[in-house]
């Protein structure tokens, strides 16, 4: 049986260089725009009105702006569509054309007439993690993201630079995939954290991860 609020899956979305449309150019929409630039989209704001920090970002070519109402017809070959005018009404007339072109969209006035939501994010480098209450309280998501800002600190963003190094030299070194697997899973156990943490973490050459590799493989 589906629920109320049953049915969502969280996932990780590429949007880089693709068409995201915001419609509306308040402090909502400044949110959802502002997550949009850091992934390097191609950030398109409908709305007569912009935030400060929004024409700020239109002044720098981060974002195109179209100064205008919303009109049938915006939303053609989006990724992603964003409803984020104060007007019920008219986030209803965007959702109406999205679902048209089946396009997800975002509904920030009422979450069940939009077909995704926002989480509330923190990002430490390569580490992203999204918490969402499914709509249930978005101030306790951002509550709980501030919470774990503070178990998850600066030191995961050369953390996860590390792991990514350590997997490109396993993927480009090691081909049989049994070996592949036990030396991910040992690089995700070593106690590199607390090196980070204590400011002695040397960064590894090419060379001393080829003979981590070498020497992991022998145990
Ligand atoms: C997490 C975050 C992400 C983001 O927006 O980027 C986000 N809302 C945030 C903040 C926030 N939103 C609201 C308050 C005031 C307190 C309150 O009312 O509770 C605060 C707190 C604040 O602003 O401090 C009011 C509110 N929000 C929604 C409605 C309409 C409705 O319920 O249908 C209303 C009533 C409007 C009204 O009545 O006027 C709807 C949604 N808000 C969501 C996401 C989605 C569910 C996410 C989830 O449950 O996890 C969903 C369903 C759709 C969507 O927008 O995607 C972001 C924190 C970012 C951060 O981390 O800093
Ligand atoms: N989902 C959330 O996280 C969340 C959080 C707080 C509030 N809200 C709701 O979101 C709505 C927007 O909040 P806000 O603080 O950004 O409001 P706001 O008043 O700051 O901004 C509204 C924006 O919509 C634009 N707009 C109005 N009519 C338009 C049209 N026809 N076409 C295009 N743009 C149009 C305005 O020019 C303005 O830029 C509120 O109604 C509030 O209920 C949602």
């Avoid at 502002?34 to 989209?41: D, F, G, H, T, W």
């Avoid at 993690?129 to 050369?158: C, M, N």
């Amino acid at each position: 049986m589906r629920g109320l609020l049953a049915g969502y899956i969280p996932i990780m979305l590429d949007c880089e260089g693709k068409r995201c449309v915001v419609v509306g150019g308040g402090k909502v929409a400044e949110r959802k725009a502002a997550s949009l630039v850091e992934a390097k989209a191609d950030v398109v704001v409908i709305s007569p009105t912009l935030t400060t920090s929004m024409a700020q970002w239109q002044e720098a070519g981060l974002i195109k702006w179209i100064a205008r109402p919303y009109e049938y017809g915006d939303l053609q070959e989006a990724l992603l569509i964003y409803a984020a005018t104060n007007s019920v009404e008219i986030n209803r007339q965007v959702a109406k054309e999205a679902a048209e072109l089946r396009i997800p969209v975002n509904i920030v006035t009422s979450q069940e007439e939009g077909t995704f939501m926002s989480p509330s994010v923190m990002r430490r480098g390569k580490l992203i993690i999204a918490v969402s209450t499914t709509g249930a309280g978005p101030a306790a998501a951002k509550e709980i993201r501030h919470q774990l800002e503070h178990e998850f600190g600066d030191e995961y963003e050369k953390y996860t630079e590390f792991l990514y190094r350590i997997r490109s030299v396993v993927q480009s070194k090691v081909s049989d995939p049994v070996r592949r697997h036990t030396l991910l899973k040992a690089a995700a156990t070593m106690d590199i954290l607390n090196s980070i943490r204590a400011g002695s973490f040397d960064w590894w050459s090419d060379e001393e991860i080829e003979s981590w590799i070498i020497q992991t493989q022998g145990e």
